[in-house]
């Protein structure tokens, strides 16, 4: 039986994406970061 490895396929993609989308995915990083904080401080700042 013949096993495939989709690492050997998929991590030139995501290095091909990473080199020419960087700014994107930063971008998208920042906005996810941004909502998630937003959503802690307001779960905070609720009473237990």
Not at 17 to 31: E, M, Y
């Amino acid at each position: 039986m013949t096993q495939i490895n989709p690492g050997a396929f998929l991590a030139p993609v995501v290095d091909w994406l990473n080199a020419n989308f960087h700014g994107f995915f930063a971008a998208v990083t920042r906005i996810i970061e941004t909502v998630l904080g937003a959503i802690e401080r307001a779960l905070l700042v609720l009473p237990p």
